[in-house]
Structures are given as C-alpha cells and as structure tokens.
C-alpha cells in the first residue's frame, strides 16, 4: 500500500509539473483556464496530503512510544499504526482515495498532447 501511495505522489507531481510546462504553449482560453484549475487542485492535493501524512504520524509515534521505542526507531509496531491510519477503512482511507489522476487525465490530457489545438 505504501508503493502506491509513493507511486501516486509522484504521479500526482509529474503531471502538475507538466501542466506548467505546457502552459504556454495553451492557445485556447477555456482549456488554459481548466489547465491552470488542475495545477491549483494539484497544489492543494499535495498540501492536504501532507496534512494526512502528519495526521497520521502521531498514532505511529505513539505506538512506537507503547513498546519502548526511541523515535529513530519506532519499529515494526510503529510502521504498522502508520499503514493502518492512512490506508485503514476507519481512519484515513476516505481522504487518501480522494487522489485526482483520474479527473486530471480525462480532462486535461489531449490538451497537453495537443496545446496548439
């Protein structure tokens, strides 16, 4: 789960480093302004993935915490808690599904294929 998270986060990054990248060459007003709405969302993605992440750093550090572990070296334990708060059905889950590769690709992919269209 944590390699698709990885994967995901790059994904996420790639895409809205190429979107910049292609701004100027989006001839058509309407797919610049839907371009430069997916880099904005890509932003705040990032920022409330980093939120999730420090969310979900404190029930680790306190299981790490609960078998004697210094926190350079919180454990298997610890290393569990994390997965289960991000990825757990009843903790962060909701949040971390919430990803927008998908909607990015469906809707500004041809225009970065084609920005001269």
Not at 13 to 30: L, Q, S
Not at 59 to 71: T, V
Not at 91 to 98: A, D, H, I, N, V
Request: aromatic residues 6%; glycine residues 6%; contains cysteine.
């Amino acid at each position: 789960m944590a390699g698709e998270l990885w994967l995901l986060l790059i994904q996420l990054a790639g895409k809205v480093k190429r979107a910049e990248e292609c701004m100027p060459r989006i001839r058509k007003e309407e797919n610049r302004e839907m371009v430069e709405d997916f880099i904005e969302s890509g932003e705040r993605l990032t920022d409330k993935l980093k939120k999730l992440l420090k969310a979900c750093e404190t029930p680790m550090l306190k299981a790490g915490k609960k078998h004697g572990k210094e926190s350079a070296q919180l454990g298997k334990n610890a290393g569990t808690e994390f997965v289960d708060s991000i990825f757990g059905r009843d903790r962060q889950l909701e949040q971390t599904e919430k990803l927008w590769n998908l909607r990015f690709d469906a809707n500004c992919e041809d225009i970065l294929r084609r920005p001269q269209q």
